[in-house]
């Protein structure tokens, strides 16, 4: 059932919602006398490469102050999802690219933290970056200088690993991954051209 407890319009308990003697994954108010959903977040970021280093940013925030992490964080309500991963590029590295200058790169799901993330892709043509107040430091680094031990969230170092080996292909289709507490899988979904 939802990790909701109180619904968020009256504060009212929150209870099982059957629909036809099934048990929802989501909670019911009765005051409201309307279902509570506690829907995934939505995570946008952004896999920006110069030449054949990525941008990386060191957290200033916690969770994980101090490990690395590729550009990205939550959707913010009334944005599309190349206008998220361009605005949290900006507040954590300082770099300015507008949402058409980013290329859908890789979606996904990870059901053990409840969330969808939506990676896109961009180019850059110098190394420029400063880091904002969330995050401590940014720089682009190749395959070989990522800090590996320090990364915030390792879960999703296979997505990682597989934008350096498409930078070094110059090969970048569409990824697809699949993330439960069991199970990982990454696999192509459209394939692109080379650039």
């Known amino acids: 059932m939802s990790q909701l407890n109180f619904c968020p319009q009256c504060a009212g308990p929150l209870l099982p919602h059957c629909v036809d003697g099934e048990q929802r994954p989501h909670a019911y108010c009765a005051r409201c006398a309307q279902p509570r959903y506690d829907h995934a977040l939505i995570v946008v970021t952004t896999f920006v490469a110069c030449g054949k280093r990525l941008l990386w940013v060191q957290r200033a925030l916690e969770p994980q102050r101090g490990r690395w992490a590729i550009p990205g964080g939550f959707l913010e309500r009334g944005e599309t999802l190349a206008e998220g991963a361009a605005r949290e590029l900006r507040e954590e590295a300082g770099v300015r ?18 969330q969808v993330y939506v990676g896109f892709r961009a180019t850059v043509d110098s190394e420029s970056c400063d880091p904002g107040i969330e995050s401590m430091d940014c720089r682009f680094l190749t395959r070989e200088e990522c800090p590996w031990d320090a990364v915030a969230y390792p879960q999703v170092n296979d997505s990682i690993l597989q934008a350096y080996d498409d930078l070094d292909s110059g090969r970048f289709d569409i990824w697809q991954a699949e993330m439960s507490s069991e199970h990982y899988e990454l696999r192509p979904v459209a394939q692109r051209a080379r650039k």
């Open 97 to 114: 690219l507008s949402p058409d200058q980013l290329s859908l790169y890789m979606t996904g799901t990870i059901t053990f933290i409840n």
